[in-house]
């Protein structure tokens, strides 16, 4: 059986970019991945070394205005959501983006807790926290499904980032 958490720290960014990738490289088609953390604590810098570690080489930025991004890769789509601006969790609904969970695309999404009653539910759950020694952040990873357990199998398996 896998383990269902795991707590990393990350002390600087380069050790967040690696945590993308490590994630990158354990999941499967149709994934919903979970980012929560404050403005800053490093959501869209880990979504850049996950999209950086698959082969995208195009900018990657928070899509706060867009609602989301979208990343092809090696024939895979990646949604990069932001739902930081919603005031209420329907937005979600009025912005019709439930197309994008139905397919095999990867999702994964900033500040899900504000359209949470509507997503369905993630596979992994990444939180982003500055760590209070001021050094970096610390990353807490909870696997919520079977490919979330899997995954985070993979992710303990790699050699960085190192536990907290």
Not at 94 to 107: K, N, P, R, T, V
Request: hydrophobic fraction near 40%; include cysteine; proline fraction near 7%.
């Amino acid at each position: 059986m896998h383990a269902d958490h795991l707590t990393l720290a990350l002390p600087n960014e380069a050790d967040t970019l690696a945590l993308g990738a490590a994630v990158v490289g354990n999941l499967v088609p149709g994934m919903v991945v979970w980012l929560d953390g404050d403005l800053g604590a490093g959501k869209t810098t880990l979504v850049r070394g996950l999209l950086r570690a698959a082969g995208d080489s195009g900018p990657v930025k928070s899509p706060t205005y867009t609602l989301v991004e979208v990343h092809v890769v090696s024939g895979l789509n990646f949604y990069h959501f932001d739902f930081y601006r919603f005031n209420q969790a329907e937005e979600y609904l009025d912005a019709g983006l439930d197309e994008y969970f139905s397919g095999s695309g990867i999702c994964l999404v900033e500040w899900p807790d504000k359209a949470a009653p509507y997503l369905p539910p993630a596979d992994m759950r990444i939180e982003l926290r500055v760590d209070p020694s001021g050094e970096g952040r610390i990353a807490s990873i909870t696997a919520a499904s079977d490919k979330g357990r899997t995954c985070l199998a993979g992710v303990m398996s790699s050699s960085s980032p190192r536990p907290a």
